[in-house]
């Protein structure tokens, strides 16, 4: 079995058909969305608190030797499968100092037009800096230095969870049952976004 198809069955069997596209909130039933940009300064010390949110959630659901999946949905022009050095890929490279697997190949969307180069990196989460990497998908919305916002996902195959960082303004965690979810609802339950508390609350409350 190739990688490629070792990744997309886990997901299959765990998520089902939902594609690992934004905005995923809206795709899976069992989800949370928090707000991670807490002002509107765009400076470097809210990027920094913004950073130590999304970080203090990752904690709660990565354990330093968990091996994961990270996944990067690519929209840089080129389209050659074989290239790995478009910015997205050749960034997300500079944070990992070990990979157990890679494999990079045209993803579109089942329920969208759009398509896009998806890289799959398979890795431990003490050969990633996760710290350093959630700085640059924010910092991806606020100066534009990359192209990582809304395209990176972290898959947790040890308790089925997605963290999604789409940009500075929010994450989406998505888990295959509440039960895995309830920890951090409470936890962390003044940072859901209010936009979609009533749909979050209904998860947990009913």
Not at 83 to 101: A, E, Y
Not at 109 to 126: F, H, L, M
Request: aromatic share 16%; proline share 2%; with cysteine.
């Amino acid at each position: 079995m190739t990688f490629k198809n070792e990744f997309e069955n886990y997901c299959i069997q765990n998520f089902g058909e939902a594609d690992l596209a934004a905005p995923l909130f809206y795709r899976f039933p069992i989800a949370i969305r928090y707000e991670i940009g807490t002002c509107f300064s765009y400076d470097s010390q809210y990027v920094r608190a913004s950073v130590c949110r999304a970080f203090n959630i990752f904690n709660e659901l990565f354990q330093s030797n968990d091996t994961i999946y990270i996944v990067v949905n690519s929209f840089e022009h080129d389209t050659d499968t074989n290239d790995l050095t478009g910015n997205d890929i050749s960034t997300i490279k500079t944070f990992i100092k070990k990979f157990i697997d890679e494999c990079t190949f045209l993803y579109q969307p089942k329920e969208d037009t759009w398509s896009c180069k998806r890289y799959v990196i398979k890795a431990t989460v003490d050969n990633v800096d996760i710290s350093r990497l959630l700085e640059e998908i924010v910092w991806s919305d606020v100066d534009g230095r990359n192209n990582l916002a809304s395209g990176v996902y972290f898959i947790n195959p040890r308790n089925h969870i997605i963290f999604y960082l789409y940009d500075d303004r929010g994450l989406d965690i998505v888990a295959n049952k509440v039960s895995t979810l309830t920890r951090i609802y409470e936890k962390y339950n003044n940072w859901i976004l209010n936009y979609d508390r009533e749909q979050i609350d209904r998860l947990f409350l009913t």
